[in-house]
């Protein structure tokens, strides 16, 4: 049996990249925030590695003082604290604090910068600045602001990056810069020796080397912004394109209506004999010309129908909460004659919870659903709906179950696009427009339901709608009836909007 499953909760604005602008452009509150909370996650696995350095030290401790790190100071130790602490208030200021003037996501993350630079500061004076690879480590913050920042920004950064390392090899040879002819102190100790040229020499060359880095990165993140941004335009250009596209179906569906439905009626004028007697051929003949009229109306309905889903998905604030359990059963009411023409029969065992969704919507999906059940199964067949609800998880699930024709492995994951249908398919249901599955990923998208799709030939298929944040619909009617016979008490506004932060359906 193949397995599928559907998703459409993706964002619409897939191609966005967090560093957008270029230049001088300055980034927007929500993509520094998103940098900020990446430094901090990013900040967490520095930590856990310090950790790891200390137990190592630990049982190690002669070795790391054979290849030149010091780490009997506590170094790691203090390092250690003032991130976590760091990490601990830069997350308190992005999420329990008001925005303000000295509380913004740029100041919090310049704070994490300088922060990051001294303390790695302290790791490359005690690992060693000349000796070991840690300055190398400056790289990596040069590399980060050239992605998350503007290039002024960027350059800022590897400024700061080359005065604290030269700040570094100053406290580590104070005489360093001090000239010879100074009276102040003993000329031996101001003499150019090996060791201060090649303290000089390894200053110079990395800050060469930041540099280098700094050019680089910052010009490919400026070639890759400009490309995001023109692959924004271009998706922009394709939506507007596809809304036209939309548009163009609607008015020709319209324009196909009428025309459609006079050739309907004058069909139905000559079957009935309205217009004189005709023979049983011509009968014939007009049957099968409103056979095909009548799968023309049904697409027509369809292609309006899916313009009225995808026109209300634009509206985000029309959500409603609504009862799957009526839902359901209103639409096994509406297709029951169709299921008893083929002598069907369709069993429900559902339970009633309540979800957030657009009005009406919910009915076209599992109307679809349904309806697509029982079209293909066979003749004096049966057709399941069953629905679990999770008290615990706060989620359902709803099943429909045929034991029709099913759908090949190959055709599987390509059922849910528009106008496609199997051969097969086809072949069973030649009134078949290829729409009705595309109306049910309309409707999950703009709901954000997750669907699975289990299917073998000839065995059946079974569609799986997925629902998240649910409510107790019992639990629902209970408040009501508070509410109606006066002994609801209103609760805190502390705690009614803690409820209602936590998603689904909670009484009004």
Same mark, same amino acid.
């Given at each position: 049996?193949?397995?599928?499953?559907?998703?459409?909760?993706?964002?619409?604005?897939? %191609?966005?990249?967090?560093?957008?602008?270029?230049?001088?452009?300055?980034?927007?509150?929500?993509?520094?925030?998103?940098?900020? &909370?990446? %430094?901090?996650? %990013?900040?967490?696995?520095?930590?856990?590695?310090?950790?790891?350095?200390?137990?190592?030290?630990?049982?190690?401790?002669?070795?790391?003082?054979?290849?030149?790190?010091?780490?009997?100071?506590?170094?790691?130790?203090?390092?250690?604290?003032?991130?976590?602490?760091?990490?601990?208030?830069?997350?308190?200021?992005?999420?329990? =604090?008001? &925005?303000?003037?000295?509380?913004?996501?740029?100041?919090?993350?310049?704070?994490?910068?300088?922060?990051?630079?001294?303390?790695?500061?302290?790791?490359?004076? %005690?690992?060693?600045?000349?000796?070991?690879?840690?300055?190398?480590?400056?790289?990596?913050?040069?590399?980060?602001?050239?992605?998350?920042?503007?290039?002024?920004?960027?350059?800022?950064?590897?400024?700061?990056?080359?005065?604290?390392?030269?700040?570094?090899?100053?406290?580590?040879?104070?005489?360093?810069?001090?000239?010879?002819?100074?009276?102040?102190?003993?000329?031996?100790?101001?003499?150019?020796?090996?060791?201060?040229?090649?303290?000089?020499?390894?200053?110079?060359?990395?800050?060469?080397?930041?540099?280098?880095?700094?050019?680089?990165?910052?010009?490919?993140?400026?070639?890759?912004?400009?490309?995001?941004?023109?692959?924004?335009?271009?998706?922009?250009?394709?939506?507007?394109?596809?809304?036209?596209?939309?548009?163009?179906?609607?008015?020709?569906?319209?324009?196909?209506?009428?025309?459609?439905?006079?050739?309907?009626?004058?069909?139905?004028?000559?079957?009935?004999?309205?217009? !004189? /007697?005709?023979?049983?051929?011509?009968?014939?003949?007009?049957?099968?010309?409103?056979? =095909?009229?009548?799968?023309?109306?049904?697409?027509?309905?369809?292609?309006? *129908?899916?313009? =009225?889903?995808?026109?209300?998905?634009?509206?985000?604030?029309?959500?409603?909460?609504?009862?799957? !359990?009526?839902?359901?059963?209103?639409?096994?009411? *509406?297709?029951?004659?169709?299921?008893?023409?083929?002598?069907?029969?369709?069993?429900?065992?559902?339970?009633?919870?309540?979800?957030?969704?657009?009005?009406?919507?919910?009915?076209?999906?599992?109307?679809?659903?349904?309806?697509?059940?029982?079209?293909?199964?066979?003749?004096?067949?049966?057709?399941?709906?069953?629905?679990?609800?999770?008290?615990?998880?706060?989620?359902?699930?709803?099943?429909?179950?045929?034991?029709?024709?099913?759908?090949?492995?190959?055709?599987?994951?390509?059922?849910?696009? /528009?106008?496609?249908?199997?051969?097969?398919?086809?072949?069973?249901?030649?009134?078949?427009?290829?729409?009705?599955?595309?109306?049910?990923?309309?409707?999950?998208?703009?709901?954000?339901?997750?669907?699975?799709?289990?299917?073998?030939?000839?065995? !059946?298929?079974?569609?799986?709608?997925?629902?998240?944040?649910?409510?107790?619909?019992?639990?629902?009617?209970?408040?009501?009836?508070?509410?109606?016979?006066?002994?609801?008490?209103?609760?805190?506004?502390? /705690?009614?909007?803690?409820?209602?932060?936590?998603?689904?359906?909670?009484?009004?």
């Amino acid at each position: 049996m193949a397995v599928a499953e559907f998703s459409w909760d993706g964002s619409k604005n897939r %191609f966005a990249f967090p560093g957008a602008g270029v230049g001088r452009a300055k980034l927007s509150d929500q993509v520094l925030i998103g940098n900020a &909370r990446w %430094f901090i996650i %990013f900040r967490w696995a520095v930590i856990a590695l310090l950790i790891g350095f200390q137990i190592f030290a630990l049982i190690a401790s002669d070795t790391l003082t054979t290849i030149g790190i010091t780490h009997q100071q506590g170094w790691p130790v203090a390092v250690t604290a003032i991130l976590s602490i760091a990490n601990i208030f830069y997350i308190y200021a992005l999420d329990f =604090r008001p &925005r303000t003037r000295y509380n913004s996501p740029s100041i919090n993350i310049w704070a994490q910068i300088i922060v990051d630079l001294l303390c790695l500061s302290i790791v490359v004076h %005690f690992a060693g600045s000349i000796g070991t690879p840690a300055p190398f480590f400056y790289v990596l913050h040069i590399v980060l602001s050239c992605i998350f920042f503007s290039t002024i920004e960027s350059l800022i950064v590897t400024a700061l990056v080359c005065c604290m390392y030269g700040t570094v090899l100053l406290i580590e040879n104070p005489l360093l810069f001090l000239a010879p002819q100074s009276v102040l102190i003993d000329s031996g100790a101001a003499e150019v020796t090996p060791l201060k040229v090649n303290i000089l020499l390894w200053m110079v060359t990395l800050d060469v080397l930041f540099l280098i880095v700094w050019y680089v990165v910052s010009r490919l993140a400026i070639v890759v912004r400009t490309n995001e941004r023109h692959l924004m335009d271009a998706y922009k250009q394709i939506s507007q394109a596809q809304v036209e596209k939309d548009r163009y179906a609607v008015l020709m569906t319209h324009q196909l209506k009428a025309p459609l439905d006079a050739i309907r009626s004058k069909i139905g004028l000559v079957k009935g004999n309205y217009c !004189g /007697e005709v023979s049983p051929e011509i009968k014939d003949i007009l049957g099968k010309i409103d056979d =095909r009229a009548s799968g023309m109306a049904g697409l027509i309905l369809d292609v309006l *129908k899916l313009e =009225r889903l995808k026109a209300a998905a634009r509206d985000p604030n029309n959500h409603e909460c609504v009862n799957i !359990g009526p839902v359901i059963r209103k639409c096994i009411d *509406k297709l029951g004659p169709i299921a008893n023409s083929r002598q069907i029969r369709v069993n429900a065992s559902t339970e009633d919870f309540l979800v957030q969704c657009i009005p009406n919507q919910l009915e076209v999906l599992f109307e679809n659903i349904i309806s697509n059940a029982i079209t293909y199964s066979y003749d004096g067949g049966s057709v399941e709906i069953v629905s679990k609800f999770n008290r615990q998880s706060l989620s359902a699930v709803v099943t429909v179950i045929d034991h029709g024709i099913g759908i090949g492995d190959t055709e599987l994951p390509h059922i849910f696009d /528009e106008y496609f249908y199997a051969p097969r398919a086809a072949l069973h249901n030649r009134t078949s427009s290829g729409i009705g599955l595309s109306i049910v990923r309309t409707v999950a998208e703009n709901n954000k339901l997750h669907i699975q799709v289990a299917s073998e030939r000839d065995v !059946g298929t079974a569609f799986s709608v997925l629902f998240q944040d649910v409510g107790n619909a019992s639990d629902m009617e209970k408040e009501m009836q508070k509410i109606n016979t006066g002994k609801y008490v209103a609760a805190d506004p502390a /705690e009614e909007s803690l409820e209602h932060s936590k998603g689904g359906c909670q009484p009004a």
